[in-house]
């Protein structure tokens, strides 16, 4: 097997948005969001992905975002955004703003909100690299967009330089393993899991890094996870997931037939981020709704558990 | 039963947007197009819905058609404009521009790329129509959004005068009817089916008119079935529509595996078009590609069939 | 057009399957109820469909439910058996018991509980056939097999005499309408809709008849609603339809939450039918609930607005 | 945490179910069969399950195959039989006569051909352990049944003693996980993956063993898989899975577009096994075709680069 190098390791949360009451980008928040995970051990950051809110957000707050996200880190990581849009030309669009506003590279879903094909969905992806400088990454996430990305479609791409990477969101563990295996060839290619639950698992089958929501809460424990997966230390990493994976727990909280799972998860994210300290509000775009005090009550218990301080 | 006051009755085509070979707005032809849909006797337009390729268009092409639109069918007939956006905040974005450049009605769709729920779909709809001035119609289209608006969110919705009609895509025809018959104390909600296949049993149901992809290729015909249902004719009514069911194997002339059904359904209208004379070319937006020549030729012969003249 | 001759036309419900307190065949009652399917005029009956809880009988029950609907309708119209399995084995070895007890015609689904291909669908269809004297309807209900029988696939095994007929259950009234046009030349085949909610608009589209779970409650309003379709009296057709629409609203009184959707619509027919005096419980079968007290209050209710008696 | 002392572990392979070429249960090739997985170090046997072409198989013919599994095996395993029938009374009535038979344990899917819900589901499981004297495991294949047993459902019945472990099918790693993390508490509960790309990853999150369908052509690979896992030897766990990742590649070996993936799988597989001289013909049951000698010539190519040895 071939060393790996690829460009995009470790682990990459996807930075949620913090909202002011009002609705507007919390930019101090943002901040601290950046620093907080930038104090994790974070290698990356994905702005602008579904745990960003990225599709609530007008282009004019995304840019906001990317602003934030970009002078925050100042550097110190490389920042991929999100491009998400219905198709070719309206992701070219927001996938240009992002590289002029200092995206190191953009992510890209397959077309939605309309009936799509392989073909199709190749030439969305070579349409879209040839028009831009910077790197483009895959982004697998089925339960948004409704395709899902095989490795028979992948490979090719990564091999002809049109993709960089992927960020696997689809919770088909099985393609992703072959995934994996096809991309032994090829070297640079990133191939990063957004499966939160299992990166132990990932890590074990030859993922290069993680995209986890949760990374967002407790991002120091998916570094340690990704850091005794990498030194072959197979026992700190289940330990490691097995407790994130009770702190999970906390998408469970909002009562049942009174919100989206997109609200629960990111509603989690957030309340227990305000918690930590880390942001102002649990506010989200509408029309979620944001978690009231029961459901705040609850995460924080999750949070003693998992042995996370709150301020 | 209330004798029904729909503000939108009638054929109401959901209008293409012709383009030029290099993927620019085709004024000329769209202008050619609306000319077409008059002529044959449509008692509305609706812009930029998934005829009008509006997944495929960014927000400064969009407003290019809504103006030219508007501005072609010069207060003839109302233009309903699609604002078919992720979320909350953006769809009244789009829908204000489309208020701003003269649209008598907006037109919505549950939230999508994300999952969402019915408080929130509820919350949606509220918070768009509380945005804007001109009235609000539910777009039911589940194979662009995967969520199914039912009957028991809409009449409430209906009732409250957040909306003010509905096109239903879904193909859910039991659905359909039980919002009918749910409509009946609502006399000024507008009931418009846009299952082409079956106008003539949805007008029987009690639908209050249609939206019909296909209608772009033949108004006249959805015309005559339409006033055919109104005054009973019942016989005739089936007669056109089994002609228009029969022109609908233009949809099938694609080859099959090499592109998606939303490419081989609006390059079907579109290459119909053409050979019609109506528009300059069949090119879609990427990353569709327009059919061939042996396509084309398929197309040709079903138009021979139905009857309808080539230029 | 070729004046249509179908084998099996009218209103031909889907016989329920009464069970007695502890669960066993309740003969007097499904007596009862194929008397009172045939005193509203009912030209057939369809037994072993999912309203005959098909697949919560063992094969036993399964033949004596076959005993009882034969015996009881001795010969005044044709009994259609459903020979509900998973793959061609199984439905060749039920159907063949199905036609040595009386079966007039078997009723056959795609295979089930597998992953299956239209290739394999055909021949499936084909090789049940070739085991068979009587003929053989195919059975369309992907809410159930989860595979749509397209009229691509279903036309041809009507036109080389595998199949007799088509069961329409899957709510797709297009790909029903491109069905009925496709077999204008196919004047024997039977083209019979389960779509229960508009009966009405799918004769005016020309349906041979329907096969509608409702008419077990109602059979003399389906008959009704076809015997004005017969005659082209639309309007009684769609007032009669309206009605059975809002009785419909039974299949609402289950608790949400408490039931599956198969579970709150057959309990709903049972319990209907008992309060109408023609079976002797709403039992069904496990893991099925009974309705209990309040939820057939709610449906007593029904009835009373849609003006059928109860004993 | 609990030392684990699960009641079924290590690698069970699910039987294929050998046929001659008139469509018999081949007993000789059965018998073999058996004799190669436990060879290979199977440390129990699922028969008539996905694998075993149990929807393909009458009553009469799953009888026979069970005789033949345990006859074969005799004691030096304990025999999982699949009860994979539509309802609660039918599963019984097959879950009996497997009892009967020598089963030494029963597995049992959600309902299907219905639609179902989780108060249904957990009594149908309830009422099945009842009917029995021998252990229940869950059969998780949403491919098949179209419901997922989430741990939510599961763990209860686990606690109450209903269930005696699960086999999970989904693909859903992350449920899985949420199960395997729910279950530190029950150490009897058997925990069994049947996700063959895999199973080195599912292991490390604390699966106790396996039940992949490809372990039917490779056991030995499987079992040094599981060996390595157990005594954390991680490196040439993943190392054997990925050439069993690799091997995997002759379910593609079937022409695309002629065959069902049950049928290129299935096909594999018996193809695999005719190629090691283990079974005589690569028959499947109607209306599964064989697959041909081209396929079965990209087959033959699969095994010789992973190493493995053909007749």
């Known amino acids: 097997m071939t060393a790996r190098t ?5 682990v990459i949360p996807p930075v949620v948005t913090p909202l002011t009451a009002d609705g507007e980008i919390d ?11 930038l ?20 282009p004019a707050r995304q840019d906001e975002v990317i602003k934030v996200v970009t002078a925050a880190s100042a550097g110190q990581v490389p920042v991929l955004v999100g491009a998400i849009e219905t198709t070719t030309g309206r992701a070219i669009e927001r996938a240009r703003a992002a590289e002029a506003l200092g995206a190191d590279a953009v992510v890209v879903t397959a077309p939605f909100c309309t009936r799509t094909h ?17 790197p483009v990454l895959a982004y697998d996430v089925p339960v948004c967009v409704h395709s899902k990305l095989d490795p028979e479609l992948l490979l ?14 689809s919770g088909d563990d099985g393609s992703f393993r072959r995934l994996v295996v096809g991309a032994r060839g090829l070297p640079d290619f990133s191939v990063l899991t957004g499966h939160e639950l299992v990166v132990d698992a990932m890590m074990l089958g030859g993922a290069d890094g993680s995209v986890p929501g949760l990374g967002n809460v407790d ?3 998916y570094v340690r996870l990704h850091e005794a997966a990498i030194r072959g230390d197979w026992t700190t990493a289940r330990a490691e997931q097995d407790r994130l994976v009770a702190l999970l727990d906390i998408v469970r909280a ?16 957030k309340t227990a981020l305000m918690l930590r ?7 989200m775009s509408p029309p979620m709704r944001r978690l009231d005090e029961a459901e705040t009550a609850a995460i924080a218990a999750c949070l003693d558990r998992a042995g996370l301080s709150r301020s």
């Open 39 to 58: 104090d994790g051990g974070a290698s990356g950051l994905f702005a602008l992905g579904s745990s960003g809110e990225t599709a609530y957000l007008t």
């Open 277 to 283: 300290g880390v942001v102002a509000t649990n506010v």
């Open 156 to 169: 090719p791409l990564a091999a002809d330089g049109v993709l960089a990477g992927v960020k696997d969101s």
């Open 6 to 10: 690829p460009r995009y390791s470790g």
């Open 118 to 134: 392989d073909t199709e969905i190749d030439r969305h992806f070579r349409d879209i690299a040839a028009a831009l400088d910077v």
């Open 27 to 37: 930019r101090l928040s943002l901040e601290r969001v950046v620093e907080h995970l």
């Open 219 to 221: 991002p120091h424990g």
């Open 254 to 269: 909002a009562r049942p037939g009174t919100a989206s799972a997109t609200a629960a998860g990111l509603g989690a994210f």
